[in-house]
């Protein structure tokens, strides 16, 4: 990107983490933490280096922490019952050992805390990467830049044409996760979920119609790749002074499977101008405006970069619109029983029936 004439890059935008208040931040047991990373040969000391949330995302727990002399994030589930295969530091933990030396933008993980009695579940310490996180507005100085949107975008698809080119035997993960029946087991898991989430109250009508949509179709087999599972642009962190990539967050849902469904988990967050309320509201990426390439185009130029066949891409569309829908109502019902008190979870209570019934339209050929 041409800037302007100084020699020197200056960072576009402040890139300082947000951090929740005492107030709304989930505490964990630090000592009982020092204690367990000592017996490991660490050093972290709570009190004289407090650790901090970072407030972003929706999932998982980050604090940064300071081990060895060392900043680190330390990364955990949500407090309270997890649905079955959520939230997998072990997983994470295999994964980023598995891809760093290979995939440049995998952060590099330090230790797998496998006891779950330390601080009420498993966690992964990682190296740290700063960088700017963009979520679902755009930065006023980036807004400005010419052609953002377009160089946004084509970055998210060459960062995952580039990640499913890894040869999962070659870094240690030929036999990693279960790619045979993946998509069968992701229709009946995400059914699943669905009814879970739901609690005491009726399911959605329009996700349970999906869903059993989502089981009458037939899909061939394809190639299995690894997949990150929830690739979009907030977990991609970029350097603030170039604007390019500098790491690629969020790997506790790693598997190998159908590559499809990496792209369509990427097109589920992707908004476009026209979409329907909820959709908008959702707002986890900024694509609506700016200029950012349409679902269609993000598509097209992901089977000619990989000479994938797309033509049963409408099945993958459906089934990761209703594993949104179904996420954010898990995150919905966290919040609804107090598992959570981040009140930014209250405004997904009447957000997600509206994600059902788009991915109803797509499902019917009404929208894509």
Known sequence: MNRDSRTALEPLVDVTPRFHTAETETPQDWDALARHLSAHGMRFD????????????????????????VTRVLRRPPMGELPPGAN?????????????PVFPLAPKALFHGADESVIKGQFVIMEYRPGLSIGGTMPEALA???????RLGSMLIDILVEFHRIDPAAVGLGNFGKPEGFLARAVTGWHKRLLIASDD???????????EWLAAQAIPPSTPTLLHNDFKLDNVLLDPATLNPVTVLDWDQGSRGDPLFDLATLLSYWAEPGDPPAMLALDQM?????????????????AKATGRDVSDFLFHRVLTMLKLGVVFQQIYARYRRGDSKDE????????????FEFAHDIARGRAF
């Open 46 to 69: 709570p009190a004289h280096d407090r650790p901090q949330q970072i407030a972003a995302g929706y999932g998982n727990l980050n604090y940064l922490i300071v081990v060895d002399g």
């Open 88 to 100: 997998d530091m072990r997983r994470e933990f295999t994964v980023l050992n598995a891809i760093g």
């Open 344 to 355: 930014r979870y209250a405004r997904f209570g009447p957000i997600v029936d509206g994600l």
């Open 201 to 211: 109250l009726p399911p959605p009508k329009a996700g349970v119609d999906v869903a």
């Open 144 to 150: 400005a830049i010419p052609g953002i949107g377009e």
């Open 286 to 302: 900024p694509t609506a405006r700016h200029g950012f390439p349409r679902r269609r185009d993000v598509l097209e130029r992901y």
